[in-house]
T-cell receptor
Framework: DQQVKQNSPSLSVQEGRISILNCDYTNSMFDYFLWYKKYPAEGPTFLIS?????DKNEDGRFTVFLNKSAKHLSLHIVPSQPGDSAVYFC??????????????FGKGTLLTVNP | EAQVTQNPRYLITVTGKKLTVTCSQN?????MSWYRQDPGLGLRQIYY???????DKGDVPEGYKVSRKEKRNFPLILESPSPNQTSLYFC????????????FGSGTRLTVV
């Protein structure tokens, strides 16, 4: 059962426009949501996160929105740049007790920003 | 530089020949984990460790072993590799508390023939 879903395998956007990457989840126990970016031949790098008690977190060109009632989050990149072209993974964290937690990843969305 | 170092980056081996992929972090992180990435399946957790001598299974632990004898090292052991373990492997580490941002290694591309 896939608890974190990224339904769009790929997205193509023009440079300077907004990129919107979407993620849906099913587990109400997730308490943190994160986005990672991955370039070919490199490991994923942490991009931005949001606590489940918030609905928006912004960091420069990157903003993550969380809609808990819809169990949906999105990553907005404005303006998009060719260097943003990468695979973006949505991830969700569930605390299992004490300091133990589990991070579950979606399958990823390939973003291509065209010059 | 804060980093997670995996070795080797690429490995081709034959079925049944034991191998170890090493992972080391220099950030004094308590939490370390191994993931595999497969087409259409995303990142799936193999094993994780919350501290020295504390390890536990992730979602796909079959065919793998790990150890955590020192805080900085978390090797992944394949006792008898099989072709279905051909994959891209990532080691990651993080602090136990906070925003759960992982630092990932650069990956190990393993092919088992």
């Amino acid at each position: 059962d896939q608890q974190v879903k990224q339904n769009s395998p790929s997205l193509s956007v023009q440079e300077g426009r907004i990129s919107i990457l979407n993620c849906d989840y099913t587990n109400s126990m997730f308490d943190y949501f994160l986005w990672y970016k991955k370039y070919p031949a490199e490991g994923p790098t942490f991009l931005i996160s949001i606590s489940s008690i918030k609905d928006k977190n912004e960091d420069g060109r990157f903003t993550v929105f969380l809609n808990k009632s819809a169990k949906h989050l999105s990553l907005h990149i404005v303006p998009s740049q060719p260097g943003d072209s990468a695979v973006y993974f949505c991830a969700a964290s569930e605390r299992r007790g004490g300091s133990n937690y589990k991070l579950t990843f979606g399958k990823g969305t390939l973003l291509t920003v065209n010059p | 530089e804060a980093q997670v170092t995996q070795n080797p980056r690429y490995l081709i081996t034959v079925t049944g020949k034991k191998l170890t992929v090493t992972c080391s972090q220099n950030m004094n992180h308590e939490y370390m984990s191994w993931y595999r990435q497969d087409p259409g399946l995303g990142l799936r957790q193999i094993y994780y460790s919350m501290n020295v001598e504390v390890t536990d299974k992730g979602d796909v632990p079959e065919g793998y072993k790990v150890s955590r004898k020192e805080k900085r090292n978390f090797p992944l052991i394949l006792e008898s590799p099989s072709p279905n373990q051909t994959s891209l492997y990532f080691c990651a580490s993080s602090r136990l508390q906070g925003d759960y941002g992982y630092t990932f290694g650069s990956g190990t591309r393993l092919t088992v023939v």
